[in-house]
């Protein structure tokens, strides 16, 4: 369940904290959201790469519930400069929030994989996991004022690096 993922999660940031305090280890807690890039696994389970992979190959597009949940989606080149500024920091060990706060909805996000795939396949709809959040927007206000980060790449600029690099991968599979 989606609990156990959060919970795991929380608990690791208390223990770093502890570890801080106790041993006087400089440490830095950063919070990722939903971070995609090339490279990724074709196989990984996420929204991104289950998309571009169901496109590339023309297969329908696996939409949970009616696709109105919102997600956002940082490029992982962000997503590294934020973590660089992360720890170049002196004096704030975070925690602090990594993501991109552009939000959308999932289905609008199989839209533009299908675009920028020039994918003929369709849409389906599946029922919603019980424990699949509404919304998913990062507050990245903190990284903004601490670390003068916030992300720099358009969805569809990240997206086509990452059809670019998954369509070579996918193709060389299917022969």
Same mark, same amino acid.
């Given at each position: ?47 991104? #790469? ?22 956002s989606f940082c490029y ?5 400069n934020g973590m660089i ?33 020039? #994918? ?20 990245? #206000? ?34």
């Amino acid at each position: 369940p989606r609990s156990c993922y959060d919970e795991g999660k929380r608990v690791a940031e208390t223990l770093m904290m502890d570890y801080h305090r106790q041993n006087k280890v400089d440490i830095r807690i950063v919070r990722i959201f939903n971070t995609y890039g090339p490279r990724m696994l074709l196989d990984d389970g996420r929204v991104v #790469s289950n998309f571009i992979v169901q496109a590339i190959k023309g297969n329908p597009l696996t939409l949970y519930g009616d696709g109105s949940q919102t997600r956002s989606f940082c490029y992982v080149d962000d997503l590294v400069n934020g973590m660089i500024a992360m720890m170049n920091c002196d004096g704030f060990i975070g925690p602090v929030n990594l993501g991109n706060p552009t939000e959308m909805t999932v289905k609008e996000l199989a839209q533009e994989v299908l675009t920028l795939t020039k #994918s003929s396949a369709t849409i389906t709809n599946l029922p919603l996991p019980a424990d699949d959040p509404t919304r998913r927007k990062p507050d990245i #206000s903190l990284a903004k004022e601490k670390l003068g980060w916030e992300p720099k790449v358009a969805l569809a600029e990240g997206l086509k690096k990452t059809i670019d690099n998954f369509r070579p991968r996918i193709e060389t599979e299917l022969e």
